[in-house]
């Protein structure tokens, strides 16, 4: 079986492609990034939990120029959560993805399994098939092992993300999709960030809508 590295960020979009990924791949490595994201302390504890109920060891990869680059609400500067400027951070997938492949690199590892999907990817670039496919062809110059990204989300909306999440029994328990911190919202999602909403309204048209309930 070929081995692969998860970029894995607590949320839905990486549990699911995880989940989906680990039928056709060994993932031997998930990678946790810290980047002065303000809900970072529950991100963190999801990767962990999710990690190690996959069996996967799971790094931490501290990035702290990032959140002095970005400034924005979702690193703490500023409230306002629910707009596509106040979540941007600078190239932070294209970052994320050459830091995994200089692992794959290193490890001689095949694939980068990456949270992208259909219903984000339309609102951002870096969450479309073009990217991936400029990204593949970026590792062929850059690594020696030239390894590929693969996206397993990549034709999903969130409705049907959530929905392959009820249909598999993945552990929605551990899921942490919140862009604030739990300091201002408790233990469950706070309903009101841009991260939220979507994932919000695709639970309610969901096979289980009752699932609102437990996470928010």
């Not at 098939?129 to 110059?141: C, D, H, P, R």
């Not at 959530?162 to 551990?174: E, H």
């Not at 408790?186 to 437990?214: D, F, M, T, V, Y």
């Amino acid at each position: 079986m070929t081995k692969g590295i998860i970029l894995l960020s607590g949320g839905l979009d990486s549990l699911v492609s995880l989940d989906i990924a680990k039928k056709d791949i060994d993932i031997k490595l998930a990678l946790f990034f810290n980047y002065g994201q303000r809900a970072f302390n529950e991100e963190k504890q999801a990767a962990f939990d999710i990690a190690e109920y996959y069996k996967i060891k799971l790094v931490f990869i501290d990035l702290p120029f990032l959140k002095e680059l970005s400034k924005c609400p979702l690193t703490g500067f500023g409230d306002d959560l629910t707009n596509l400027n106040s979540v941007w951070i600078p190239n932070r997938n294209g970052l994320f993805l050459n830091i995994a492949a200089c692992y794959c690199d290193k490890l001689n590892y095949d694939y980068i399994i990456f949270g992208a999907n259909k219903e984000e990817g339309r609102d951002f670039p870096d969450n479309t098939g073009e990217y991936v496919e400029i990204a593949n062809n970026f590792f062929e110059f850059s690594t020696m092992s030239k390894p590929k990204v693969y996206a397993p989300c990549l034709q999903f909306d969130k409705i049907q993300i959530i929905n392959y999440a009820i249909d598999n029994n993945v552990p929605l328990k551990f899921l942490k999709s919140c862009y604030n911190s739990s300091s201002n919202t408790g233990k469950k999602h706070c309903g009101k960030c841009l991260s939220c909403k979507l994932l919000k309204n695709a639970i309610q048209k969901s096979k289980r809508p009752e699932l609102i309930e437990e996470l928010f």
